[in-house]
């Protein structure tokens, strides 16, 4: 499967939650909860926002690097993206997404 439609099966399995939200964040489309993005789709990447043994964890699987919206080499830390090609992971990072922004908020 291509990421768009890997992105596509998270905003279907998150859609009907309270407090989520379909928008974009810099131009890109994303899934909210209480406002604040946790899953994104860039280019040909799925991208997650994710702290500890999680992001570690993502950031361990090929292909895996820290994502840099803008392309100019200012990673955002907290923000992993990943391929397609490791949407066997995708859940459980969507659930460790998930769970880090609503304790946040």
Known sequence: MTAIQEYEKLVHRFAEQPNIAIGQMFGKPCIKVHTKAF???HLELI???LSGASHAMALAR???RL????GKGRPMKEWVALPASESEIFN????A???Y???RT
């Open 67 to 70: 994502w840099d919206p803008s």
């Open 92 to 95: 459980t990072l969507a659930d």
């Open 62 to 64: 090929p292909g895996a």
């Open 97 to 99: 997404s998930f769970a």
């Open 47 to 49: 991208v997650f926002k």
């Open 39 to 41: 899953i994104a789709h």
């Open 101 to 103: 922004l609503s304790e």
